[in-house]
């Protein structure tokens, strides 16, 4: 092994049969103990990097798919309201022209959508 005066020794203690196993598989790739040792640990501490990096592909992958899952719900929720404000608007429309009442001069009046949008930002104003 190239510049190994530089490297620190390593006093491990292993089991007799891991010892054979790594014996014979050094063998097996014409390499020293030390280096199939030192082999085996690079590799191991390689593959945790790229399970590390495959880890967080997952993980954006995933988040991608559930931000995409609920920009489509909020699609379909926008739809959905958008639909029944039409719905509500054409009611009000055949009420009037049926019975001749202005549901919405009623509810103008009796409601006070001022008092109500003001109440909802000082309670907004609260939470920030």
Same mark, same amino acid.
């Given at each position: ?6 490297i620190a020794p390593l006093g491990v203690r292993i089991p007799d049969d891991l010892k054979e196993k ?32 495959? !880890?967080?592909?997952?993980? *954006? ?5 559930? #931000? %995409? &899952? ?12 958008? !639909?029944?404000?039409?719905? *509500? ?5 055949? #009420? %009037? &022209? ?9 509810f103008d009046k009796t409601i006070d959508y001022d008092g109500i949008r003001k109440a909802v930002e ?7």
């Amino acid at each position: 092994m190239k510049g190994a005066s530089l490297i620190a020794p390593l006093g491990v203690r292993i089991p007799d049969d891991l010892k054979e196993k790594i014996q014979a598989q050094a063998k097996a790739n014409g390499r020293s103990m030390n280096a199939e040792i030192v082999f085996i640990l690079e590799e191991a501490m390689s593959d945790n990097d790229r399970s590390d990096d495959d !880890l967080r592909e997952q993980l *954006i992958d995933a988040y991608e798919q559930k #931000i %995409k &899952s609920m920009e489509d719900y909020i699609k379909m929720q926008k739809q959905a309201f958008e !639909l029944a404000t039409e719905q *509500i608007s054409l009611l009000k429309t055949h #009420i %009037k &022209s049926t019975t001749g009442f202005d549901v919405q001069a009623y509810f103008d009046k009796t409601i006070d959508y001022d008092g109500i949008r003001k109440a909802v930002e000082t309670k907004n104003k609260g939470k920030t």
